[in-house]
């Protein structure tokens, strides 16, 4: 593989990291990892859709006119969540009712259009199906690492909710159910952020 393609997979996963590094898609980041399961869910569904649409509208881009990009970009991301909303609806229909509104909401997600403007919109397919899968990569790690933390630590279990639930420290361990509820999504990210950018500033990452 070309090391620009492992640059535009790297670039998403760590440079621009939507959560860790450019602070994007905050409404599902806090609104849905209380469990792994979903973090991990939406996660998947928004790189199942950056990928598609970023390759879609980076083959189309010298078709589009520009004075109506940004509608066909959404036209085209809405078709893609349209279908991920069918898929999870007929396969997992639990995971479906848990992600609730935010799978549509997907459309306008800043992190899904905004690499349509940035980057399909002007590149290549091949480093835009790259750069897709690295954003997605980025975003799902972001959203499985805080859900992770928050089950863990406001629940005790992992993977709660599936057929896998385990206890992670015991059924003797006292939970902080606050980390569960919406106001411990803030503290659980606010650390996580805190952390991600003393790692960063080690690696020296800019």
């Known amino acids: 593989m070309s090391n620009i393609y492992l640059q535009d997979i790297s670039r998403g996963i760590i440079k621009e990291n939507p959560v860790f590094r450019l602070v994007l898609g905050m409404c599902p980041t806090l609104a849905i990892t209380a469990l792994f399961r979903n973090g991990l869910g939406m996660g998947l569904s928004a790189a199942a859709v950056l990928i598609c649409s970023n390759v879609v509208i980076s083959s189309l881009r010298r078709f589009i006119p520009d004075r109506v990009r940004i509608p066909c970009y959404i036209v085209v991301i809405a078709t893609f969540v349209t279908i991920i909303d069918m898929i999870l609806k007929a396969f997992q229909p639990a995971l479906y009712e848990a992600l609730g509104v935010f799978i549509p909401l997907i459309v306008v997600n800043c992190i899904i259009l905004g690499r349509a403007e ?89």
């Open 118 to 206: 940035a980057f399909a919109g002007k590149k290549p397919v091949l480093r835009s199906l790259f750069d897709g899968i690295g954003i997605g990569i980025g975003f799902t790690l972001s959203l499985v690492i805080l859900s992770a933390v928050r089950e863990i630590i406001g629940s005790g279990t992992i993977l709660q909710e599936t057929p896998y639930v385990a206890h992670v420290f015991g059924t003797a361990f006292e939970p902080m159910a606050v980390i569960a509820q919406p106001a411990g999504a803030f503290i659980v990210l606010g650390l996580l952020l805190a952390l991600a950018n003393v790692i960063f500033k080690r690696l020296n990452v800019n």
